[in-house]
């Protein structure tokens, strides 16, 4: 029997045995941090994340619990090249796999390639979508063609050519040394 797993609260171990699995597309402004993230306006904008439970054999032939998760969102940033705004597609996909305590986890993230959580009845899948959404945000956002022309130089108005006109500050030991 399939159960109904809800996103704030959802037991992994349970996820896991029973192969749950959990999508949903809630609001951007459901996210705060990610919502910090983004400029203008929020609304129609959502965040779409699934995820897949499974029990994996460990080494020693132990069952673990293990979560593949993914998440995609868009948010409106400003472009570093033309400092207009820009849609910026965000998206990951990674699985996780689940320990009993935090000291377990500590030591096994260490040792193993695969990211390592501690496995709760209560676990908040939305605060890992949001997590891994903003650890996939570039650093550097920008549009592939910016939608104007970009200035490369800068020139100052207020500027004066008369800099060129003052003597030179070592002209002076110039005429010392003749």
């Known amino acids: 029997m399939k159960h109904e797993y809800l996103p704030r609260s959802v037991s992994i171990k349970a996820f896991a045995q029973d192969a749950g699995t959990l999508e949903s597309s809630l609001p951007l402004a459901d996210f705060e941090r990610l919502r910090e993230e983004s400029l203008g306006p929020m609304e129609g904008m959502k965040v779409a994340f ?40 965000i998206d990951f996909e990674r ?39 903003l650890m ?9 063609d910016c939608p ?13 050519d008369t800099l060129q006109d003052k003597p030179h500050p070592f002209a002076v030991l110039q005429q010392l040394r003749k």
Do not use: Y
């Open 95 to 133: 699985s996780f796999r689940f320990v009993a305590n935090e000291a377990l986890a500590e030591v096994e993230d260490e040792e193993s390639e695969e990211d390592v959580l501690v496995a709760s009845r209560e676990f908040n899948m939305l605060e890992l979508v949001e997590d891994e959404l």
């Open 148 to 160: 104007s022309a970009v200035q490369w130089e800068a020139t100052d108005a207020d500027f004066s």
């Open 50 to 89: 699934a995820a897949q439970g499974a029990m994996r054999e460990d080494g020693a032939g132990q069952e673990e619990p293990w979560v593949h998760l993914s998440g995609t969102t868009t948010l409106t940033m400003t472009c570093q090249r033309c400092l207009a705004p820009v849609a910026v597609d």
């Open 136 to 144: 996939s945000i570039p650093a550097v956002p920008k549009h592939e």
